[in-house]
């Protein structure tokens, strides 16, 4: 069994910064890949940014150039740095990781409960 706790959210401004951090607790050895969705109200949960245990990642066109996604084995924890934040990045974001290697489809087995970042002009 695996478990997710997600951190890091909150409010501010566009152009601002943020790092949102997933801590990961149980049978983490059997991870290969970690993701981070969103999902705004109304909307369908959007996969944002993924890494595997080798360290390749994927982003969703839209966070290109500005979301860096990146693990600390140590820590066993999963961060997602986000820069110039635009409104519409407003959302619940949620880590993910799973023994397979999902990627930005959501068929990730283990999901955290989520932590809100809300971006206001």
């Known amino acids: 069994q695996v478990q997710l706790v997600e951190s890091g959210g909150g409010s501010v401004q566009s152009g601002g910064s943020l790092r949102l951090s997933c801590a990961t607790y149980?049978?983490?050895?059997?991870?290969?890949?970690m993701g981070w969705f969103r999902q705004a109200p109304g909307k369908e949960r959007e996969g944002v940014a993924a890494i595997d245990s080798d360290g390749s990642t994927v982003y969703v066109d839209s966070v290109k150039g500005r979301f860096t996604v990146s693990q600390d084995n140590a820590k066993n924890t999963l961060y997602l740095q986000m820069n110039s934040l635009k409104p519409e990045d407003t959302a619940m974001y949620y880590c993910?990781?799973?023994?397979?290697?999902?990627?930005?489809?959501?068929?990730?087995?283990?999901w955290g409960q989520g932590t809100q970042v809300t971006v206001s002009s």
């Open positions: 993910a990781a799973d023994s397979r290697q999902w990627w930005l489809l959501p068929q990730y087995k283990y």
């Open positions: 149980g049978y983490t050895y059997s991870l290969y890949c």
